[in-house]
């Protein structure tokens, strides 16, 4: 590609999005049909429970309890970590940011990223700041939704680049310009003038540090309407640019922004304490072994055959508990080994090792053609005396095609941590008169 070419695909591509920005920032609750406002709800809920539970690690206790960052019991917004502490909006958003991918159970969009933990957060913080309404939150949300959403289906980066902490924060800007009255393009174009450049080596290693992808995405956003009231700007095309080569089908970008087909229905609801790409291949082995009914030692091989996307993770674990989370064999091993698949199952474990190194697996051509409407994954596990049992699963429960029920997600909730009563609280968000007075 020469450097007009560049240019020209970069004005078109600034273009496209800005006008979506517009569109999305243009969206009001009231005007949503009533199941997408039902269903954000439940993003909105299942969302804050992932963050909730993810600030009671140890780490992010740690850091909320850190003099540097100024928290304490004042303050317009409150973090996630135990205790509540308060702070400004962009440190709040930073910090519950990052809580929330700390347990891998935070919800999905494919292709690919996560949309929610990108921009909730900043929403969030900026609606308790400014005492905004839970309808105005509602729409903001699913406004910021959309425009990440549609960025992430938009572009196929190349394989070493993970998707957390860029195009997110656009989504974060959407959000948090609606809330506060500001111009939602002049936020998005300097949000997007402050990218991250994240990697996949990371999350495999366990560096724990790229939990804060997604809470600088979240600043980014609340920090860009600092900057634009002290009179900053910012360029659209910075970002853009960078991310232009890899463009691919340009449709979401194209057509106009439609309440009829709001991308924050078309999401998944993570069941799952993994990388995405893993669950498929846990629903798969679930079923599997449940049919054997044998003894984890008796296992002689598992025969794991998926889409070629989901070899990202097709690797043995280090380790620790991030990098256990982005190893398929070890998360498959993990589910035979423990029976399970929550926060507890995924932990560092020998005994789990020492069966993920007898997990192979592939990818297959004729799964890979319905990528990515579907994430298929067929599991064959035989056991030491010959028997074997094997189960294909299309989506994981919990994509929007096999969706979790809300029972299900509350069950989710209470197990991370919170109550029914605040989940049934938290889902109904729209009809709080202030922000500040929701339950977290």
């Excluded at 206790?61 to 509540?84: D, H, I, K, N, Q």
């Excluded at 910090?95 to 990223?113: I, K, Q, S, W, Y």
Aim: proline share 7%; with cysteine.
């Amino acid at each position: 590609m020469t450097a007009g070419t560049t240019a020209r695909t970069t004005a078109g591509l600034v273009d496209l999005v800005e006008r979506r920005v517009a569109e999305a920032a243009a969206l009001r609750w009231d005007d949503l049909p009533d199941d997408v406002r039902e269903h954000t709800g439940l993003v909105l809920a299942d969302t804050i429970g992932v963050i909730a539970a993810g600030a009671r690690s140890a780490e992010v206790g740690a850091l909320a309890s850190e003099p540097m960052l100024g928290l304490g019991p004042a303050g317009p917004a409150r973090t996630l970590a135990p205790g509540r502490p308060r702070g400004d909006p962009a440190t709040v958003a930073w910090l519950n940011g990052t809580a929330g991918t700390v347990l891998e159970l935070d919800e999905g969009f494919r292709p690919t990223g996560h949309p929610a933990i990108h921009l909730l957060p900043a929403a969030l913080a900026t609606a308790e700041a400014v005492h905004a309404d839970g309808a105005l939150l509602g729409a903001a949300l699913v406004a910021g939704y959309e425009v990440a959403a549609r960025l992430f289906e938009s572009f196929r980066l190349p394989e070493p680049m993970h998707p957390h902490g860029h195009v997110g924060a656009l989504g974060a800007a959407t959000a948090v310009a609606m809330l506060r009255g500001d111009d939602p393009v002049a936020l998005v174009r300097i949000a997007a003038t402050q990218p991250l450049l994240t990697g996949w080596t990371a999350c495999y290693e366990g560096a724990t540090a790229r939990h804060t992808w997604t809470g600088h995405a979240n600043r980014a956003g609340v920090q860009a309407s600092v900057l634009h009231r002290a009179g900053f700007t910012g360029a659209l095309s910075s970002h853009v640019s960078v991310v232009a080569p890899y463009a691919a089908d340009p449709g979401g970008l194209r057509d106009p922004v439609d309440p009829s087909t709001l991308r924050i229905r078309h999401n998944y609801l993570k069941l799952h304490s993994a990388c995405a790409l893993t669950h498929s291949a846990l629903d798969a082995t679930v079923q599997a072994w449940s049919r054997l009914a044998g003894d984890p030692d008796e296992v002689a091989e598992v025969v794991v055959d998926t889409v070629r996307a989901n070899l990202r993770v097709d690797r043995q674990a280090a380790p620790n508990a991030l990098s256990t989370r982005f190893s398929l064999p070890y998360a498959v091993a993990a589910a035979i080994r423990t029976g399970g698949t929550g926060p507890d199952a995924l932990e560092w474990r020998p005994d789990v090792a020492a069966l993920a190194v007898r997990v192979r697996t592939r990818a297959d051509p004729e799964l890979d053609a319905l990528w990515p409407g579907a994430a298929p994954a067929r599991v064959l596990i035989r056991l030491a005396s010959g028997a074997t049992a094997k189960a294909r699963v299309d989506n994981p429960h919990g994509h929007h095609r096999d969706p979790a029920t809300r029972d299900e997600l509350r069950a989710k909730f209470v197990r991370l941590g919170g109550s029914a009563a605040i989940f049934d609280t938290l889902t109904g968000f729209a009809a709080v008169g202030d922000c500040a007075a929701l339950p977290l």
